[in-house]
């Protein structure tokens, strides 16, 4: 008769912690893990910047509105002196005759440049202007000459009655009412695009007699 046995079964314990045998996810489980984790942020990034970007702005690809360049009188006029003395002939005699003449210059090729001649302005009393003419385009910045031809033999010429008169040239490249440079366009990105007037003045004194000009 043998012996009964007195062992005791033994349960084997996992691998602890520290233990370098403990199982570990295979290389292609930890790459894909990655994988999944790389593209979620890209997700969230991509969601975030849809909301800060608007969707439907479009740049533009027009050039920058143009901007008007001003008008300018070309010195010397003629006659290059703001005073002198015209005589109409009253008592015996000849009138005089004289010419005033101006040119201009604008950077603009396209514009279309007037001069308005004044005789004795006043906005109440005489606001109107007494010639208008349009100053030759030759595709160059200088525009003119335009000369007014003031003849005091003229009946009805305003410069005859004798008196001290205002004669004076304004210039424009574009539209004037009252005298006052009227804006090309109101472009509501880039703003106000004016004209411009340029302006010059003789006094001429209208006195009796025979003419002495030369």
């Keep these: 008769m043998h012996p009964a046995s007195t062992a005791t079964p033994v349960s084997c314990p996992g691998p602890g912690p520290g233990d370098s045998s403990a199982r570990k996810p295979a290389p292609d489980q930890r790459f894909w893990s990655r994988r999944v984790m790389a593209s979620g942020l890209l997700t969230a990034m991509a ?89 030759a385009n030759a595709g160059s910045p200088v525009r003119g000459p335009n000369t007014l031809h003031m003849d005091l033999n003229s009946p009805g010429n305003p410069l005859t009655q004798q008196a001290t008169h205002v004669l004076e040239a304004l210039v424009a490249d574009g539209q004037l009412i009252n005298r006052e440079p009227q804006l090309k366009s109101d472009d509501p990105d880039a703003g106000p695009n004016p004209s411009y007037v340029d302006r010059y003045v003789w006094v001429v004194k209208t006195e009796p007699g025979d003419c002495q000009l030369p």
């Design 47 to 135: 969601i975030m910047l849809g909301c800060l970007v608007p969707q439907d702005f479009v740049f533009s690809d027009d050039p920058p509105p143009f901007k008007n360049n001003p008008v300018k009188i070309v010195l010397p006029v003629e006659p290059d002196r703001t005073t002198l003395t015209l005589n109409n002939g009253v008592g015996g005699g000849t009138a005089c005759a004289q010419d005033f003449t101006i040119s201009a210059t604008d950077p603009d090729l396209n514009d279309t440049i007037t001069v308005q001649w004044f005789v004795d302005y006043d906005q109440n009393l005489n606001p109107r202007y007494f010639r208008e003419f349009l100053l």
